[in-house]
């Protein structure tokens, strides 16, 4: 058999190959997200839960309130376009979007605002910040696009407090069935929850706003610091906001293939007092354990130096902040001679509740060590978070914890007539009352100076450290927020670069 060869005119094998790739479907740019978690929130309704991984979930996702929170920690409109107050601070007329719909096909109208405020104000209402809107009287509906609500006094913070989670908007059909089946007027829908893992969301396609880029969002649950570290390198997850390994920072940062960002949180972590229960009872006993415990050596161990050290429950970003950071600086003697003085005897042995996130389990540790060292033995519980929220949260049956506070602006928690570490003082109560009703701006700043004040020379609470953010995601993923003002995964601007 005689072989042959055919020779191909010259250029025809390149021409043949950009007919092929012509031909060919082009590969279609990436398009859903995989998130990561340290915690899975106990439910998905945000007005009925305290969780921050409720609203990390859920917020502006799901859920759409009249105003919302942005990156900056600015107010800006959601469901509501626009709003006007009345010269004496207490009429608020919000003119609402006639475009948003429930995921269910509902309407959103001002039927919904009535409802949604109402029920957060109710006597039965199991909304964990349910304070927020003590100051609303009435709310009206004079037409379906517009909802008036009037404030019993002048409220200062009253637009920043209606943009958090607890206030969005909830639809009365489907009030009952949120806690598994969310029903938002948001730009993604619930898709799925599998309970310890993952919960799934889709886009919403008929989305009253700016459609969402991603198609579908899963969060992933990973509580275990080294197996988010894992997940990141391995490209398992494509974004871990709040990454809970400081230590792996530096190898992380060397990855090309990631990008790490380092900002600021609203995460007020403090070691929280039963101040209802002794020897928490006594002020020398919460000032000695002040003194007891090395800050910056604490943060060194949980979070490699990140972060930085508090004296009150307030944030550098908030404004009037005051540094009262060395209000109670490291003394183990004087914390000895408090306790003394005090009446408690050396190994006197209290509990510490630990909820699952590294800074309370590593620093838990940490202060344990720091506490025996002056006499106190520490004995460390850890809980898992739904059993921390049942017992420690809404019960008050602890002695200490360790959690971190990350509602922004979140000081009224300690002029509640009730709340979990039971600080019952009527001259703060007085402050935040003068605070809240003042119109004028300086004079705000002063009573915001004199409430951390106040809080510091009380020390209901051992404050500890704002808690850092460790933001860690493919390096290809734009969008996400590099600071936290409120707890949020808020993915509605969030895509893949090309």
């Known amino acids: 058999m005689t072989r042959r060869s055919f020779a191909l005119p010259v250029g025809f094998a390149a021409a043949a190959l950009s007919a092929l790739l012509a031909a060919a479907p082009a590969l279609a740019a990436k398009d859903t997200l995989t998130l990561g978690m340290v915690l899975e929130p106990p439910s998905l309704d945000p007005t009925a839960g305290a969780a921050s991984a409720i609203r990390e979930v859920t917020y502006a996702n799901i859920y759409e309130g009249l105003v919302r929170i942005d990156a900056k920690g600015d107010v800006k409109p959601a469901l509501a376009q626009s709003w006007t107050v009345s010269p004496d601070g207490k009429v608020y007329t919000f003119k609402l979007t006639d475009k948003a719909k ?54 200062a913070n009253f637009l920043f407090n209606m943009g958090w989670g607890d206030a969005v908007m909830i639809s009365p059909a489907t009030a009952a069935g949120n806690k598994t089946n969310p029903v938002g007027t948001g730009p993604f829908k619930f898709k799925t929850w599998a309970k310890g893992d993952r919960v799934e969301l889709a886009r919403n396609p008929d989305y009253w706003g700016t459609p969402a880029k991603l198609s579908a969002v899963t969060f992933r649950f990973m509580s275990d610091p080294s197996a988010a570290t894992a997940a ?22 060397a990855n090309p293939k990631l990008t790490v960002k380092i900002g600021v949180t609203q ?62 600086p490291y003394d183990p003697e004087k914390a000895k001679a408090l306790l003394k003085e005090a009446g408690i005897a050396p190994g006197t ?28 033995n520490a004995k460390l519980v850890p809980v898992e978070f739904a059993q921390w929220l049942d017992q420690v949260f ?34 703060f109560k007085l402050l935040y009352k003068a605070y809240t009703e003042a119109t004028d701006h300086e004079k705000r700043i002063e009573l915001a100076q004199k409430m951390q004040r106040k809080l510091a020379e009380d020390e209901p609470n051992v404050f500890l450290f704002l808690l850092p953010k460790i933001g860690v995601w493919n390096a290809k993923v734009q969008g996400l927020w590099d600071n936290v003002p409120i707890p949020a995964n808020d993915l509605t601007a969030v895509s893949w670069a090309d």
């Open 267 to 328: 995460g007020k972590t403090v070691m929280s007092l039963n101040n209802a229960r002794k020897p928490f009872d006594d002020v020398r006993v919460r000032r000695a354990l002040a003194h007891a415990i090395d800050r910056k050596q604490l943060l060194d161990a949980i979070y490699s130096g990140y972060g930085q050290v508090i004296g009150s429950h307030y944030s550098p970003n908030d404004p009037g902040f005051v540094d009262l950071s060395n209000t109670y």
């Open 102 to 155: 429930f995921h269910d096909g509902a309407p959103f109208d001002c039927s919904v605002v009535k409802f949604s405020y109402e029920r957060a104000v109710a006597p039965d209402s199991t909304n964990a910040q349910k304070a927020l809107f003590a100051p609303i009287e009435k709310t009206e509906c004079p037409d379906p696009a517009t909802a008036v609500v009037t404030l019993k006094y002048p409220a």
């Open 349 to 376: 042995e209290i509990t510490i509740t630990l909820p699952p996130p590294a800074y309370a389990r590593r620093g838990g540790e940490v202060i344990a060590a720091f506490l025996q060292q002056v006499g106190i």
């Open 394 to 427: 809404k019960r008050s049956e602890f002695d200490a914890t360790i959690i971190s506070h990350t509602e922004a602006r979140d000081i009224e928690i300690y002029a509640r007539d009730k709340y979990y570490f039971n600080y019952a003082n009527a001259d």
């Open 232 to 253: 990141m390198l391995a490209g398992d997850i494509d974004a871990f906001p709040l990454f809970p390994a400081a230590e792996a920072v530096a190898q992380l940062k």
